[in-house]
């Protein structure tokens, strides 16, 4: 597609819930990074991808959280048991080279709120 | 280390007028320097960037100014337009040891062009 697109894009979820957020990047774009943006402050680093490979998983909060891309292509970013902490935007990007110093193209996020 | 600093939180200014928003860092690491512009309901989009060999970059309205030493950088809106008004990203970005690029932001700045 002509941009990178997220599904669903609110999800109210209740507490001790499980949720699965979907990010389709842009064709042939080898990065794919995870971001949580809280309301009102700037995007936080969750993960990131490389084709299939998940090369750094140092920003995922807690062993709740979980991403995988397991075509290099489509990802999912799962978080079990959701907490009310886990409420934020959660934002897709990708980049077309394997280090993504060309900048990101973003989704426009799923919002997640858990009640 | 990995902190981006940036102000101010909010900003106004009249229609025509200049717009300026600063960012400091710390990790010398970090060798490029993306600016993204957010609205609501919309992921940051990728305004204007810039690496640190180079003191100043200008794209139409939009000029980064970098200053190495200092380890700051800002970018400067002139003419501000009321459709400049969104939410402003400094960036910073480097190779992580894993292989995989990070990108932190900074909180971001509100800007308000009043017509």
């Known amino acids: 597609g002509a941009g990178v697109s997220q599904s669903p894009r609110y999800k109210v979820a209740k507490r001790g819930q499980d949720v699965a957020l979907r990010c389709d990047p842009i064709?042939?774009?080898?990065?794919l990074f995870w971001y949580q943006q809280a309301l009102g402050q700037g995007p936080e680093f969750l993960t990131y991808?490389?084709?299939?490979?998940?090369?750094?998983k140092s920003g995922l909060p807690s062993d709740r959280f979980f991403a995988e891309r397991p075509e290099g292509s489509v990802s999912t970013l799962k978080i079990q048991r959701t907490q009310q902490e886990d409420s934020a935007v959660y934002l897709c990007?990708?980049?077309?080279?394997?280090?993504?110093?060309?900048?990101?193209?973003f989704g426009s996020g799923t919002r997640l709120t858990v009640v | 280390q990995q902190q981006v600093k940036q102000s101010p939180q909010s900003l106004i200014v009249q229609k025509g007028g200049i717009s300026i928003i600063n960012c400091a860092y710390e990790?010398?690491?970090?060798?490029?320097f993306p600016w993204y512009q957010q609205f609501p309901g919309k992921g940051p989009a990728l305004l204007i960037a810039?690496?640190?060999?180079?003191s100043e970059k200008k794209e139409g309205r939009f000029t980064i100014s970098f200053n190495k030493s200092a380890k700051q950088f800002s970018l400067h809106i002139m003419d501000s337009q009321p459709g400049d008004s969104a939410t402003y990203f400094c960036?910073?970005?480097?190779?992580?040891?894993?292989?995989?690029?990070?990108?932190?932001f900074g909180a971001g700045t509100r800007l308000f062009v009043k017509a």
């Open positions: 990007a990708s980049s077309f080279g394997q280090t993504g110093s060309y900048g990101y193209t």
């Open positions: 064709s042939g774009h080898v990065s």
């Open positions: 991808f490389q084709n299939e490979a998940q090369l750094d």
């Open positions: 990790n010398t690491a970090f060798d490029y």
């Open positions: 810039i690496r640190p060999d180079v």
């Open positions: 960036a910073a970005s480097f190779l992580g040891n894993t292989g995989g690029f990070k990108t932190i």
